[in-house]
């Protein structure tokens, strides 16, 4: 199966050693498959929501499939590409893309595993949010200075430290000519 080329707006925007974990493939080829076959969108929509996606066309290709989907109605290239407008896809036309999608999907028998493995892409994404969160605010919180008066932990144990002498071998021998 051929890979879809990636957008050039989306490598300009972050740099390479900052890129959070995502599978573009695996979005376009389960956005492939759920355009081809709707049943596979209901292999993956009790788990998948279209904040999961890293791409904000291929949210709201998912958003606006599921909400065909959900009416009853067919979601294919030709009935989405009326609700999406015009996006800049890198020189390439909304429904260039959409029929793109359509023809390097993958089957239906594989669309739940690459659904899964967009939902758990996205919450590795949302751990390391938080993570970095976590950090900026403790970052944030070990600049201030101690209250007046406070000793810290380290200036404490220092003085203790280096008054204490380890004498194992000593007991060993006390416990050997008893």
Do not use: C
Not at 34 to 62: K, Q
Not at 104 to 125: F, K, P, S
Not at 129 to 153: D, E, N
């Amino acid at each position: 199966m051929a890979t879809i080329e990636q957008f050039p707006q989306r490598q300009a925007q972050e740099p390479a050693y900052r890129t959070p974990p995502h599978n573009l493939e695996a979005e376009q080829a389960l956005l492939g498959a759920i355009l081809i076959n709707n049943d596979a969108f209901d292999r993956v929509s009790d788990f998948l929501r279209s904040e999961h996606f890293v791409e904000e066309i291929h949210r709201r290709i998912f958003e606006i499939a599921g909400s065909l989907i959900r009416a009853g109605k067919l979601a294919t290239p030709v009935t989405l590409k009326t609700f999406l407008g015009e996006h800049d896809l890198g020189g390439v036309t909304v429904p260039q893309y959409l029929a793109r999608l359509a023809s390097e999907a993958t089957t239906i028998i594989n669309a739940y595993d690459y659904g899964r493995g967009v939902y758990d892409l996205a919450m590795r994404r949302r751990s390391i949010r938080a993570r970095a969160s976590r950090s900026r605010r403790r970052s944030g919180a070990s600049i201030r200075s101690p209250r007046p008066g406070a000793t810290t932990a380290a200036s404490s144990a220092s003085p203790i430290r280096s008054r204490r002498r380890w004498t194992w071998p000593l007991a060993l021998t006390s416990v050997t000519a008893s």
